[in-house]
């Protein structure tokens, strides 16, 4: 199988790292991906956005599947351009159609799929510049802290949890103003769920599901969870408070009815469903969805897969996922994420990385990187992701942070807690 991976970060490494292992692997490709991927694949300078592009490099090296990482390119309609285009649709496309795609880019849409489909979910309602006293009045009828979200992608940044109502009613405003462009043409204000968050990983084929380890990530970019949001500074899988009793919930309760919603309403819907959760005193309630894997737990739920990954996803193109069965590790996996002093406001670029000759290919994901006559150095805020594998997580937090002070880059910057809650 001769497979081409879509994107250039951690979550694409982590990927490409897992297909690589795989002997039904003939040839991998990662477009663009990074100087990480190039130790189990070849890169293609294209621009992911330009669907033409995509389309002359899958004919030019025979590509046989097509596993998209980042969001933007499904939310646009690659799969739907796959699908029409007579030498690409028999192509193995992993990933949804503009359809299916809304899940994520429309936050709207997702809370009312929730609402047709009985999936438990925080009280909500939508509003745009036309009701905005409407808005004020649902605002006053909630308790602190308040939840807005942009509708659509706002690259990680349009979800706002703010403790002041005054406060609230501004960042509407300026939210609906074009502080996020288009995506914050329409808001979705809900109540806030107190619990703690953790998030499930599902492949279906529309169909059929496998699902796969879940994990717990680390937005926050100070210790203890304070200041401002971020990609992600780090992940832990597996969660110990999702025990089978909760994943039973959430298969029941979240998964079921996601895969049933989708398959009536989205039937090309075939992919990665990451459900991002609240456990609330046991009862699992949906946040989010996103229609790919999440950065940088991927880099946590890569390594925590003993099947064969490739074998799976080729399955899921042929409509046969209730064949396969996921095996998984019972080890701890822990990532944490190194970042540019500065992320996520300004920060700068260029700096050269020194210690990743140190390190094997399977513990160090490349994310924010790029060569630069011949030295890897800081292309981005979040810079590059180390996990490691050990028989829990006290162990495993020992280990990643004696290792982490082997990779050196100027202003690099990191959490110091990641697993520390969960001990």
């Not at 075939?270 to 894997?293: A, D, H, Q, T, W």
């Amino acid at each position: 199988m001769r497979v081409l991976i879509i994107g250039s970060g951690g979550r694409e490494h982590a990927i490409a790292w897992k297909i690589s292992k795989s002997p039904l692997l003939t040839k991998l490709f990662c477009a663009p991906g990074n100087p990480g991927t190039l130790a189990v694949s070849e890169n293609l300078m294209i621009d992911i956005e330009d669907f033409e592009s995509i389309k002359k490099v899958v004919i030019d090296n025979s590509i046989q599947m097509v596993v998209v990482g980042p969001e933007d390119p499904l939310v646009n309609g690659l799969r739907d351009f796959f699908e029409s285009d007579s030498q690409l649709k028999e192509v193995i496309f992993i990933g949804p159609g503009s359809c299916g795609a809304r899940l994520e880019g429309s936050k709207d849409f997702a809370k009312a799929f929730m609402q047709r489909w009985g999936i438990p979910t925080a009280k909500y309602k939508s509003f745009d510049s036309s009701s905005v006293n409407d808005a004020d009045r649902f605002l006053e009828s909630l308790r602190a802290p308040y939840v807005l979200k942009a509708d659509g992608l706002a690259a990680g940044k349009g979800v706002l949890i703010i403790d002041n109502l005054r406060e609230a009613k501004s960042e509407l405003r300026e939210i609906l103003s074009g502080k996020f462009g288009k995506a914050g043409d329409k808001v979705v204000i809900e109540e806030f769920l107190q619990g703690i968050e953790l998030s499930v990983f599902v492949l279906t084929d529309g169909e059929n599901y496998l699902i796969l380890p879940e994990a717990k990530d680390y937005k926050r970019i100070c210790d203890g969870d304070k200041g401002l949001n971020t990609g992600g500074m780090g992940a832990v899988s597996p969660v110990p408070f999702a025990d089978k009793l909760f994943m039973t919930r959430v298969e029941e309760r979240v998964i079921k009815p996601t895969v049933e919603g989708l398959k009536r309403e989205c039937p090309d819907y075939k992919g990665f469903v990451f459900i991002g959760l609240m456990n609330c005193g046991g009862s699992p309630y949906v946040i989010e969805y996103n229609v790919r894997m999440g950065d940088p737990e991927t880099e946590a739920v890569m390594p925590r897969i003993k099947s064969d990954l490739l074998s799976h996803l080729i399955a899921l193109g042929k409509g046969e996922l209730d064949k396969e069965k996921i095996e998984i590790y019972n080890h701890t996996a822990l990532t944490l994420v190194m970042v540019s002093g500065g992320y996520p406001q300004e920060y700068q670029k260029g700096y050269e990385i020194t210690g990743i000759e140190s390190f094997k290919g399977e513990t160090l994901f490349h994310s924010g990187t790029a060569d630069k006559e011949g030295k890897v150095v800081t292309n981005g805020g979040r810079v590059m992701a180390l996990t490691v594998t050990e028989s829990d997580i006290i162990r495993g937090r020992e280990r990643l942070y004696n290792l982490i002070e082997l990779i050196d880059f100027k202003d690099k910057y990191f959490r110091r807690d990641i697993g520390l809650d969960l001990i």
